[in-house]
């Protein structure tokens, strides 16, 4: 049975994507921060039918995100798709003028770095086989930067730029790598079926090679 790992998984996104990739078949396994939630969730998935599992795990937590990974390779099998998409703390969004050293070390971390070592974790296994995907969920700040998002508008651009690397290299091996944008809070955009219609996007990056970026909206549409 295929497994996603959805990084970042939150009642929200998190929760519409599972249940959509689940209904398909797949395993789940959600990695977060918090117990209760992830309890929640796998609760209410597996009275949809769908086998879930949840992981506790912060993308600051270089070795305890290699872990709950490996873990879930180990306890659900290899990991099909990876989505990355935890959610910034609302330190990253500050000023450009109030953005420390600290601040952008952090904010790197979040973003690039625990996305570099997820991708090295699941890597090896999806291209033994020879297929995989793994996407990413970024804010507008990865298109355009704003001055008053000044931690995401340092980090996202390199993780972008680390994910557009990783789809070039790998779109020969059967791995797709793709990222979507949404620039603004979700209920703001007015999407006809709301959440569910983000997470059909995000099945439709997985079902389809195709090219690295898609905006879910235009940019200039959006807030973020």
């Known amino acids: 049975m295929p497994v996603i790992a959805i990084i970042g998984a939150g009642p929200g996104l998190g929760a519409a994507v599972a249940r959509r990739f689940g209904l398909q078949g797949f395993t789940v ?6 117990r209760s939630k992830l309890d929640s969730m796998v609760e209410e998935l597996e009275a949809m039918g769908i086998t879930a599992r949840g ?13 709950a990974l490996t873990l879930v390779a180990n306890e659900l099998g290899s990991i099909t798709v990876l989505q990355y998409s935890p959610l910034p703390a609302r330190e990253y969004l500050k000023p450009v003028l109030d953005l420390t050293v600290e601040l952008a070390s952090e904010a790197l971390q979040f973003s690039l770095l625990g ?37 995401t508008s340092v980090a ?44 059909e996007r995000i099945w439709a990056l997985h079902a389809a090679a195709g090219p690295f970026r898609t905006m879910l909206i235009p940019l200039e549409d959006g807030r973020e």
Do not use: C, W
């Open 29 to 34: 396994a959600l990695l977060s921060r918090t």
């Open 115 to 151: 996305f570099v070592l997820a991708a090295r974790t699941v890597l090896p296994a999806m291209r033994e086989a020879g297929q995989g995907s793994i996407i990413l969920i970024n804010g507008g700040t990865s298109v355009k930067a704003r001055p008053d998002f000044a931690g």
């Open 156 to 199: 996202f651009p390199a993780e972008s730029a680390y994910g557009l690397m990783l789809h070039d290299a790998l779109r020969d091996e059967g791995i797709h790598v793709a990222q979507l944008v949404i620039p603004g809070g979700i209920p703001k955009l007015r999407l006809d079926n709301g959440i569910d219609d983000v997470a």
């Open 55 to 67: 992981y506790v795990a912060d993308v600051l937590g270089p070795h305890e995100l290699e872990a």
